[in-house]
Structure formats: C-alpha cells, structure tokens
C-alpha cells in the first residue's frame, strides 16, 4: 500500500470512529504510530482530518464532501419515496415518516400528519434516539458497526420506563428485527406513542432508510398498518432499484439476502 493508500485508510478509519487517537488508528492498521502522525499531519494541512482535545476527527473539507454527497442523496431518496409516503398517510390515517440515518441518531427528511395527529405524535423531533425508535431500530437491525449504540458505562438513555437500556436486550431486539423485517416501538420515546418501521433498499440491497408510522398504540400496532408499512417500504426500494448506478446514502446499512 503506497503513501496516498496509507492516508485513504487512516481517514476511513476517523470516519468509522468519529474521533480516533493516533494509537487507535495504528492498531486498526497495523502502522506505526510515527506513520500515522506522518499522514494525519499531512491530513490535516488538506483540512481532511482535525485535531482535538480527545482525538482526530473528520476535516471540514472532508464533511463538506459528504455533506454535498449527503444531500444530493437524500434529494433522490425524497423523490422517489414521497408519492408512496402521501399514500401510505391516506391509507393509515396516522403520522408517516420517512427516516435515514444521520452519525448516532435517526433524522426524517420527509414527515406527513394532519393538524388533528401533532398532538398524538409531539413533540416532534428532528432527529431521534436510534435505540427508541422504531426507524431507529431498524436501521441499527442492518448496521454493520451497531455496537456505535453501546455505551462505555453499559447502559443507554432511557426516555420513559418503557425504553430498552440494556445493550443485551436491545440486541435480541435487533435480532427479532432481522428475523420479521419490521420494527415496533411501545412507548420508548414518548408515553402512549407507538410506531412501526419497515426497511427501505436500494440496489444493491444495502438499507439506506426506513418508512415509519406513528401515533396511538391501540391504532398503529395493527397488523394490517405493519403488512400496509412494508408494502410502503417496497414499492419505494423497487423505485431505488430501477435507477441503477445512481449514488446513495453514505451511511448505508447492509442487508442480508434471505432464503
């Protein structure tokens, strides 16, 4: 691996750990650490990585590019989910959004209610807990490096008694998830909020987002809106499917093919 593959690999692993000491990053590469002072320096007169009080992280050069990456991206995704998300809220009746991944939490490009639901879902939020949500979970199900969820003291955030803390428990979870092909959440966020989540592909049958409902326990966590939710989420990832080629969110996720 000559200079500039050293420097690609060392940026790749400051984006995989958000913020990674120069040992960390020797040991991931197996390079010595001089080595890895070499390139940082060098990443750093190019603004692709920064130093700080607990580590490298990425440059603002380097989150510019996948802040342009990101967007144009999430325009396409946008696109070709929203005639079927509009759908989905006629059909169901309650609150749709359409979800993506975004660092360590959820983010909604898209969300559709009726004046009547903003008090059965608020207060909305931007962005998300992974481990509370829905859209959340299901993400996290088909994420490569879903142990970013676990916290170094052993417990995650709780929100109300319902949310799971337990990383064990919110791994059978995720398992649980893998096995149906769909999330729920009961109460884990806000009290007497429930949602459910289905998992959008794209052509390379890689999770780039998720369609989620949410609003009363007793309507959303009906079978019939899971099975309408899934069906949502696929006739979206066929639209993914079709534009072959096209570039797609820089956090995707894997999925698994199945039997």
């Known amino acids: 691996m000559g200079q500039l593959g050293r420097a ?17 990053i020797g040991r991931r590469l197996g390079l ?27 440059g603002g050069r380097a989150v510019g590019w996948v802040d342009r990456g990101q967007t144009m991206s999430m325009a396409r ?14 059909r169901a009746g309650v609150a749709v959004a359409l979800a993506a991944p975004s660092r360590e939490a959820v983010a909604y ?10 008090s059965e ?7 998300s807990p992974l481990h509370a949500t829905a859209t959340g979970k299901m993400l996290l199900a088909f994420d490569p490096v879903a142990g970013r969820c676990h916290p170094a003291e052993g417990r995650l955030p709780a929100y109300t008694a319902a949310t799971i803390t ?11 998830i893998r096995e149906a092909g769909f999330a729920t959440c009961r109460g884990e966020l806000f009290p007497g909020v429930s949602a459910v989540a289905a998992p959008i592909c794209d052509h390379r049958r890689r999770v780039v987002a998720a369609v989620g409902l949410a609003g009363p326990s007793d309507r959303v966590l009906h079978p019939g809106l899971a099975r309408l939710v899934r069906v949502t989420a696929a006739a979206i990832t066929s639209v993914l499917r079709s534009t072959q080629g096209e ?10 093919q199945r039997a």
């Open 8 to 24: 690609v690999a060392v940026l790749d692993v400051v984006a995989d750990l958000e913020t990674a000491s120069a040992s960390e």
């Open 32 to 58: 010595a650490k001089s080595t890895v002072h070499r390139l940082l320096n060098v990443l750093q007169v190019h603004d692709l990585v920064s130093r700080g009080e607990s580590g490298y992280r990425l």
């Open 77 to 90: 995704l946008r696109s070709a989910a929203l005639p079927h998300l509009v759908e989905l809220h006629r």
């Open 109 to 118: 490009p898209e969300r559709l209610y009726d004046r009547s639901q903003l």
């Open 121 to 127: 879902i608020a207060p909305l939020l931007s962005r």
């Open 166 to 176: 337990s990383p064990e428990l919110l791994d059978r979870e995720l398992g649980r």
């Open 247 to 256: 570039p797609t969110l820089l956090s995707a996720l894997v999925l698994p």
